[in-house]
C-alpha cells in the first residue's frame, strides 16, 4: 500500500482511477483514444516502477508521481505524453499565478496600495476590490492575451490599461442622465418615477450616478448638467411661488390690498431665493455623496459634469450655484477643503462668455467659473468656439463634445451615416456614447529595440500598432457578447445610445459608435533618445511619428469598421512602471530613462523652464493629433492672481484647447492655514498637511494628513515640477 502527498500537503492512498482519469484527459486532447487495454498496461507499468523505486507503506510526492506517470506514457505512448506534460505545465502555472496573487493580496492586506490616487486601500471594501483586481488580471492575462500580446507587454512596449475590467464591462462614457430621468425609468428592480422638483432631482441624479459609474471602469462624465436640472428648477420655481401666494392668502391678506406687480415681484423674490437654496444644498449633497461613498469597485467614482451653455435664469443658476460650493469646499468651519468630485468642465464659448464683461449674456458664468479656478484649480476649461476638433463640432452643428473622465474625447459618429455623414443634414451624435479600453504604446522603447536590431523603426512601430489592432478586434467581440442586465440603467433604460435593449439581449448592436484607443506616452523621450533634444528644443520627429500613427489609424477604421482614436496617456503608476522596463532591456540612458518617470502623452517635460506661453505653443503642435484624449495645462506661479490666470485661459480658448489650471493647494489640518505650497504650516508648526495636486488631467491627494496617497514615480514627478 503506498500513500500519495499531494500538493497542498495532505495525504490520500494511492488511486489507480486518478491515474485513468488524467490520462484520458491527455489522450482526448490529443485526440487518441486509449483502450482497457491500453489502460491496464499504463496501470501496471505505473506500480511496477513504483515497486521498483518504494518500499511498501511509503509517502510519495504527488510530483514524483506525475513524472513516473510521464515517463511511462513516453514510452508508449508518446503524443499523450505530451499533452500530459503540457497540462501539468499549466497547472504549476496557475499555481504559480496564484502564489502571485496571494502575494499581492498580502501586501494589499498590510500594507495597501498606491497604483491609483482615488482609492483608498486602508477601507477593507477597497481591499477587497483591489484583492479581486488582481486576480483578474491574471486571469485575463493567462487566457486572454496571445503569446505575442503577453510578451510585449511583459517587456513593456505596449501597456494594456485596466486589464482586472475590460472584460467586464466598458470604458469611459458620456452618460445621459437627462434622458433617463425623464419619463422614470427602474433601477435595482426599484421604479423611479421622473423628478417633479430640483430637490428630487438632485438625489435621484446623485443614487444614477452611485448606482451606474461602479458599473464601468474610468470616467463617468454628466454632459450639460446645468440644462438637465433646470426643467426642474422651473418646476420648483412655480412651486414655491404658489407657496407664497398661500402664505399671503392664510395671512388674510386681499389681492386689492396690494398692487399686483407687487404682489407678483414679492412671490418671484420668494420663490427664486428658495430654488437657490435648493441649488446650494443639492450640490453640496452631490459632493458630499461623490467623495465620501466609495463605489463597489472599491474607488471613488471618477464623475465629471461639464457647464456653461444655459443661458436661461435657472441653468444659469445651476453653473454658478455648483462654481460656489465647490470653491467654496466641504468640512467644518475654519476647516474646509475643495473635494475632487465631481471635477468641473466649463463649456467656453467666445459669443456667449467672451472675456468675462458685462457685454456677455454668460458673463457672470464665467467670472464664478475664474474665480474657483484660482481658488480650486477645477473647472477646466474647453473651448467650444477657437480651432481644432471640437470647436469645429461645435460651430458647425452645436455639438458638444464634452470630455469622458480627465481628457477622452470621442470620435464623430453621425446619426444617419455613422462614421461619415451622410447628407448635409446628418448630424454627430456624442451623449450616451463610450470607450472600449485603451492600450499604450511605449515609443522610446520601440525605437531603442529598432536600432538594437538595426531595423527601420516604423518597421518595428508597425508590429506593435497591429498587435494592439488585433487585441482591440479581440475585445470589441467579446464584449459585444456581453448582455445588457451587465449594467440596466445604460444598456436598458437609455442610458447609453441605443440603450433600449432587452435585459438578455447581447450589447453588440450598440457598439459600432464606440471608439477604441491607442494611447501615447513619453513623446518627449521619444524625441530625446531620437537626436538628444527634447520636444520643447526640436519635436520634429516626435510629430512625424504621431502623423504616421494618425495616417494608421485613420486607414485601418475603414477597414475594421471600428472608430480607433488616439489618447495621450494620463500615466498615474505607468509613468514610473516604463522607466523600470525600459532600464530592464536597454539601461540608463540620459533625459530618456534617467528619471523615476517618462513624461505624460504630449507634454513638454516637467522639469523645463519655461513660461506658460511656451508650453502653450510647444504642446499646441500636438493638439491636432490626439483627437482620442488631450488636455494643456501650466504651472501658474502667481497665487491667486486672476487677470493673469484670466489672461491664459482666454488664450488657450482662441487656440481651442482643453485647459487645466495648476496650483498646488496645502492645508494644515491643525489650524486650517491654507496656502498654495508648504510642507510644515508656517503658523503653528504642524506637519499634518493635506495637499491637492493636478495628478495628470485631474485632482489628486499628494498627501492627506500627512501621508501621500501617491507612488514614488508620480511624486518624484511633482517634485520636480517648474512649467507643469
Given at each position: 500500500?503506498?500513500?500519495?502527498?499531494?500538493?497542498?500537503?495532505?495525504?490520500?492512498?494511492?488511486?489507480?482511477?486518478?491515474?485513468?482519469?488524467?490520462?484520458?484527459?491527455?489522450?482526448?486532447?490529443?485526440?487518441?483514444?486509449?483502450?482497457?487495454?491500453?489502460?491496464?498496461?499504463?496501470?501496471?507499468?505505473?506500480?511496477?516502477?513504483?515497486?521498483?523505486?518504494?518500499?511498501?507503506?511509503?509517502?510519495?510526492e504527488?510530483?514524483?508521481?506525475?513524472?513516473?506517470?510521464?515517463?511511462?506514457?513516453?514510452?508508449?505512448?508518446?503524443?499523450?505524453?505530451?499533452?500530459?506534460?503540457?497540462?501539468?505545465?499549466?497547472?504549476?502555472?496557475?499555481?504559480?499565478?496564484?502564489?502571485?496573487?496571494?502575494?499581492?493580496?498580502?501586501?494589499?492586506?498590510?500594507?495597501?496600495?498606491?497604483?491609483?490616487?482615488?482609492?483608498?486601500?486602508?477601507?477593507?471594501a477597497?481591499?477587497?476590490?483591489?484583492?479581486?483586481?488582481?486576480?483578474?488580471?491574471?486571469?485575463?492575462?493567462?487566457?486572454?492575451?496571445?503569446?505575442?500580446?503577453?510578451?510585449?507587454?511583459?517587456?513593456?512596449?505596449?501597456?494594456?490599461?485596466?486589464?482586472?475590467?475590460?472584460?467586464?464591462?466598458?470604458?469611459?462614457?458620456?452618460?445621459?442622465?437627462?434622458?433617463?430621468?425623464?419619463?422614470?425609468?427602474?433601477?435595482?428592480?426599484?421604479?423611479?418615477?421622473?423628478?417633479?422638483?430640483?430637490?428630487?432631482?438632485?438625489?435621484?441624479?446623485?443614487?444614477?450616478?452611485?448606482?451606474?459609474?461602479?458599473?464601468?471602469?474610468?470616467?463617468?462624465?454628466?454632459?450639460?448638467?446645468?440644462?438637465?436640472?433646470?426643467?426642474?428648477?422651473?418646476?420648483?420655481?412655480?412651486?414655491?411661488?404658489?407657496?407664497?401666494?398661500?402664505?399671503?392668502?392664510?395671512?388674510?391678506?386681499c389681492i386689492?390690498?396690494?398692487?399686483?406687480?407687487?404682489?407678483?415681484?414679492?412671490?418671484?423674490?420668494?420663490?427664486?431665493?428658495?430654488?437657490?437654496?435648493d441649488f446650494?444644498?443639492?450640490?453640496?449633497?452631490?459632493?458630499?455623496?461623490?467623495?465620501?461613498?466609495g463605489?463597489?469597485?472599491?474607488?471613488?467614482?471618477?464623475?465629471?459634469?461639464?457647464?456653461?451653455?444655459?443661458?436661461?435664469?435657472?441653468?444659469?443658476?445651476?453653473?454658478?450655484s455648483?462654481?460656489?460650493?465647490?470653491?467654496?469646499?466641504?468640512?467644518?468651519?475654519?476647516?474646509?477643503?475643495?473635494v475632487?468630485?465631481?471635477?468641473?468642465?466649463?463649456?467656453?464659448?467666445?459669443?456667449?462668455?467672451?472675456?468675462?464683461?458685462?457685454?456677455?449674456?454668460?458673463?457672470?458664468?464665467?467670472?464664478a467659473?475664474?474665480?474657483?479656478?484660482?481658488?480650486?484649480?477645477?473647472p477646466?476649461?474647453?473651448?467650444?468656439?477657437?480651432?481644432?476638433?471640437?470647436?469645429?463640432?461645435?460651430?458647425?452643428?452645436?455639438?458638444?463634445?464634452?470630455?469622458?473622465?480627465?481628457?477622452?474625447?470621442?470620435?464623430?459618429?453621425?446619426?444617419?451615416?455613422?462614421?461619415?455623414?451622410?447628407?448635409?443634414?446628418?448630424?454627430?451624435?456624442?451623449?450616451?456614447?463610450?470607450?472600449?479600453?485603451?492600450v499604450?504604446?511605449?515609443?522610446?522603447?520601440?525605437?531603442?529595440?529598432?536600432?538594437?536590431?538595426?531595423?527601420?523603426?516604423?518597421?518595428?512601430?508597425?508590429?506593435?500598432?497591429?498587435?494592439?489592432?488585433?487585441?482591440?478586434?479581440?475585445?470589441?467581440?467579446?464584449?459585444?457578447?456581453?448582455?445588457?442586465?451587465?449594467?440596466?440603467?445604460?444598456?436598458?433604460?437609455g442610458?447609453?445610445?441605443?440603450?433600449?435593449?432587452?435585459?438578455?439581449?447581447?450589447?453588440?448592436?450598440?457598439?459600432?459608435?464606440?471608439?477604441?484607443?491607442?494611447?501615447?506616452?513619453?513623446?518627449?523621450?521619444?524625441?530625446?533618445?531620437?537626436?538628444?533634444?527634447?520636444?520643447?528644443?526640436?519635436?520634429?520627429?516626435?510629430?512625424?511619428?504621431?502623423?504616421?500613427i494618425?495616417?494608421?489609424?485613420?486607414?485601418?477604421?475603414?477597414?475594421?469598421?471600428?472608430?480607433?482614436?488616439?489618447?495621450?496617456?494620463?500615466?498615474?503608476?505607468?509613468?514610473?512602471?516604463?522607466?523600470?522596463?525600459?532600464?530592464?532591456?536597454?539601461?540608463?540612458?540620459?533625459?530618456?530613462?534617467?528619471?523615476?518617470?517618462?513624461?505624460?502623452?504630449?507634454?513638454?517635460?516637467v522639469?523645463?523652464?519655461?513660461?506658460?506661453?511656451?508650453?502653450?505653443?510647444?504642446?499646441?503642435?500636438?493638439?491636432?493629433?490626439?483627437?482620442?484624449?488631450?488636455?494643456?495645462?501650466?504651472?501658474?506661479?502667481?497665487?491667486?492672481?486672476?487677470?493673469?490666470?484670466?489672461?491664459?485661459?482666454?488664450?488657450a480658448?482662441?487656440?481651442?484647447?482643453?485647459?487645466?489650471?495648476?496650483?498646488?493647494?496645502?492645508?494644515?489640518?491643525?489650524?486650517?492655514?491654507?496656502?498654495?505650497?508648504?510642507?510644515?504650516?508656517?503658523?503653528?508648526?504642524?506637519?499634518?498637511?493635506?495637499?491637492?495636486?493636478?495628478?495628470?488631467?485631474?485632482?489628486?491627494?499628494?498627501?492627506?494628513?500627512?501621508?501621500?496617497?501617491?507612488?514614488?514615480?508620480?511624486n518624484?514627478?511633482?517634485?520636480?515640477?517648474?512649467?507643469?
Open positions: 500500500m503506498y500513500n500519495v502527498i499531494k500538493k497542498d500537503g495532505t495525504i490520500e492512498p494511492y488511486n489507480e482511477q486518478k491515474i485513468i482519469d488524467a490520462c484520458n484527459k491527455a489522450a482526448r486532447r490529443a485526440m487518441y483514444e486509449l483502450s482497457e487495454n491500453d489502460y491496464a498496461k499504463i496501470l501496471n507499468d505505473v506500480l511496477a516502477r513504483i515497486d521498483e523505486t518504494y518500499d511498501e507503506d511509503t509517502d510519495i504527488i510530483y514524483d508521481m506525475h513524472n513516473i506517470v510521464e515517463s511511462v506514457l513516453e514510452d508508449d505512448y508518446p503524443v499523450v505524453a505530451k499533452m500530459y506534460k503540457e497540462y501539468r505545465n499549466y497547472k504549476k502555472d496557475f499555481v504559480h499565478m496564484m502564489d502571485k496573487v496571494y502575494e499581492r493580496s498580502q501586501a494589499i492586506r498590510y500594507i495597501g496600495d498606491k497604483s491609483n490616487a482615488n482609492t483608498d486601500s486602508a477601507l477593507v477597497t481591499k477587497r476590490s483591489l484583492i479581486y483586481n488582481e486576480l483578474s488580471s491574471e486571469l485575463y492575462k493567462k487566457f486572454f492575451l496571445t503569446y505575442d500580446e503577453k510578451q510585449a507587454a511583459k517587456d513593456g512596449y505596449i501597456y494594456i490599461h485596466d486589464r482586472s475590467a475590460r472584460l467586464d464591462t466598458f470604458n469611459c462614457c458620456l452618460f445621459n442622465v437627462g434622458a433617463v430621468m425623464k419619463n422614470g425609468f427602474e433601477m435595482g428592480n426599484i421604479w423611479y418615477n421622473e423628478p417633479n422638483y430640483l430637490d428630487t432631482a438632485f438625489d435621484v441624479l446623485g443614487d444614477i450616478i452611485l448606482s451606474t459609474a461602479a458599473q464601468q471602469y474610468g470616467g463617468f462624465t454628466v454632459p450639460e448638467v446645468d440644462k438637465i436640472l433646470e426643467p426642474y428648477a422651473e418646476k420648483s420655481y412655480q412651486k414655491y411661488k404658489q407657496e407664497h401666494y398661500n402664505i399671503l392668502t392664510d395671512s388674510y391678506i386689492s390690498e396690494l398692487n399686483r406687480k407687487e404682489w407678483d415681484e414679492q412671490s418671484s423674490k420668494y420663490a427664486t431665493e428658495k430654488v437657490q437654496r446650494d444644498q443639492g450640490w453640496q449633497g452631490i459632493e458630499m455623496k461623490l467623495n465620501s461613498v463605489s463597489s469597485r472599491g474607488d471613488y467614482p471618477f464623475v465629471s459634469m461639464s457647464i456653461g451653455l444655459a443661458t436661461s435664469k435657472f441653468g444659469k443658476m445651476a453653473a454658478i455648483l462654481l460656489k460650493v465647490h470653491s467654496e469646499g466641504q468640512g467644518k468651519k475654519g476647516f474646509k477643503r475643495p475632487l468630485f465631481p471635477k468641473i468642465i466649463f463649456l467656453y464659448d467666445k459669443n456667449l462668455h467672451g472675456n468675462g464683461s458685462d457685454k456677455y449674456p454668460s458673463a457672470d458664468v464665467f467670472n467659473g475664474l474665480d474657483c479656478s484660482s481658488k480650486t484649480m477645477y477646466d476649461w474647453l473651448s467650444l468656439t477657437g480651432d481644432g476638433y471640437v470647436a469645429e463640432m461645435y460651430k458647425k452643428y452645436g455639438r458638444v463634445v464634452s470630455p469622458m473622465g480627465c481628457r477622452a474625447f470621442l470620435s464623430p459618429w453621425y446619426e444617419k451615416g455613422g462614421m461619415h455623414p451622410i447628407d448635409e443634414n446628418d448630424k454627430p451624435v456624442f451623449e450616451g456614447r463610450f470607450n472600449l479600453g485603451v499604450s504604446l511605449h515609443l522610446p522603447m520601440i525605437l531603442a529595440k529598432a536600432r538594437r536590431e538595426s531595423k527601420d523603426f516604423y518597421e518595428v512601430l508597425n508590429y506593435y500598432l497591429e498587435l494592439i489592432r488585433g487585441l482591440h478586434k479581440r475585445t470589441y467581440d467579446y464584449i459585444g457578447e456581453l448582455r445588457a442586465s451587465v449594467n440596466p440603467v445604460a444598456f436598458c433604460e442610458g447609453l445610445y441605443g440603450g433600449h435593449l432587452k435585459p438578455e439581449e447581447k450589447i453588440k448592436s450598440l457598439l459600432p459608435p464606440m471608439t477604441m484607443s491607442y494611447g501615447i506616452t513619453a513623446l518627449n523621450e521619444l524625441q530625446r533618445l531620437y537626436n538628444g533634444k527634447s520636444i520643447r528644443e526640436d519635436g520634429q520627429f516626435a510629430l512625424e511619428v504621431m502623423q504616421y494618425n495616417d494608421y489609424t485613420n486607414r485601418i477604421k475603414e477597414e475594421d469598421h471600428i472608430l480607433y482614436a488616439i489618447y495621450g496617456t494620463p500615466a498615474e503608476s505607468l509613468c514610473g512602471l516604463q522607466i523600470e522596463q525600459f532600464r530592464k532591456i536597454y539601461g540608463i540612458i540620459e533625459n530618456v530613462s534617467d528619471k523615476p518617470y517618462v513624461s505624460n502623452s504630449f507634454h513638454c517635460h522639469s523645463e523652464q519655461m513660461s506658460p506661453i511656451e508650453k502653450q505653443d510647444k504642446e499646441g503642435r500636438f493638439w491636432n493629433l490626439f483627437n482620442g484624449g488631450k488636455i494643456q495645462y501650466c504651472r501658474y506661479n502667481l497665487g491667486y492672481n486672476k487677470e493673469a490666470i484670466k489672461t491664459l485661459i482666454l488664450r480658448m482662441d487656440k481651442g484647447f482643453y485647459e487645466g489650471v495648476n496650483l498646488a493647494m496645502c492645508y494644515c489640518e491643525d489650524c486650517g492655514h491654507q496656502q498654495v505650497e508648504m510642507d510644515i504650516c508656517p503658523k503653528c508648526g504642524s506637519k499634518m498637511i493635506t495637499k491637492i495636486d493636478r495628478m495628470n488631467g485631474y485632482l489628486g491627494f499628494t498627501r492627506v494628513h500627512g501621508e501621500t496617497r501617491y507612488n514614488e514615480a508620480k518624484a514627478e511633482i517634485a520636480d515640477r517648474v512649467s507643469m
